[in-house]
């Protein structure tokens, strides 16, 4: 993975211009990088995607240079002093300022153009905040190629954003296939399973709902379900607490682009003029004000990060949390086994946090309906309208093994003109 992020497969200085699906920093992460390797050109995306950059991205590099930085302490207490045994981090700060420079930001369902022969249209892929899928109109030897790419599919009937959008006629489509084996439960029990949670352990027990989320996108949509019921007189009056500076900075973020906002959410904005924001709902930026609610005995709700429970806030709030049989820890997103998240998914009995083995006796319930990513059947809904037209069809962003399963999907819908490229091949398109 280090050699991945370090290495190009081209030279920067030769790229010309960059466009942008979504923020998300497995699509945006290595941008500062990118331009401190020398790319100088124009990177295209979507108002909210610029946005939503400039605090992922900074929170990136901070990361790094702070991972970087206790590497080189130990180096050093080991007694290494030469250059080798030295970490640098892949970008620091003033890397993302200069990237942050070089964005142009554009709106949904308008083509611009981006080099004489070639336009561009962003369509709102329903995935995060400002998610787009992009399309080129690609002029070449008097002949048109429309050439697509789905940055990553979301779902339809997700709170706050739009349902992922058709788009143009495709002569070639690149295409993720995240959850290409696999189909998602349906979302209408959530309010009422959130609900049942929050009274059996805050009302009845007394205790605390620690619930670990991204910064982006989960936090939001459980604050603004939480929005809802307090709105509706539902939720126990009972302390929410958002526990991470980059998701508090994200929400403020959410709120500057209701342009990305669905028609439910507008109408909502009607009766509720912020639907991230209710009386007992407190943002914690500061991080005395998190260490007080460490010890805090009274029943509340903690939402934090990160999701996965491997850095961040979160893993201090389940530290202090996961052994006292009144508390809940709901888990409401994909975590990697081998993180602390994966564990409690997997249902384990105790839990190494801080390198200290602690009892899982609090109730672990898992929520898995919450996913920004496409299922099988939603992703081949969105492929299907261009079955007739399209040239090619690349499958990426999934396992092999998930590329496969959906290829063969695919099939049984007479879908045969699918590649699964490998990293580094080259297709001469037409
Ligand atoms: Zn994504």
Redo the contacts with the bound molecule.
Sequence with gaps: MKDFNEKWHFDPAEVDCLVL??A?I??SGRIPKLVKDGFSGIIHSTHATRSLCSILLLDSAKIQERDAEYYNKRQRKKGKFDDVAFKEPLYTGDHVHDAMELFYSYAYNKWFNIHPNVDVLFKDAG??LG?ASVTLRIQENGKEIMFGFS??VGRPSRPILRDPQPMPELDYLICESTYGDKEHSSAPEDFKQLLQVIEDTCVKRQGKVIIPAFSVGRTQELVYMLDQLETDGRLPEIPVYVDSPLSVNATMIFGAHPECFDQELAEYMLIDSNPFGFNNLTYIKRTEQSKELNTSEEACIIISSAGMINAGRIKHHVFNNIDDPKNTVLIVGYCSPGTPGGYLREGVDTLRLFGEWKPVRANVVVMDSFS??ADRLELLDFVRPHKKKMKKLFLVHGTLKKQKAFKELLHQYQIDQVEIPSLGQEFNIT
């Design positions: 699906s979504h998300h497995d699509h995935h995060i998610s940055g990553d920004a990513h």
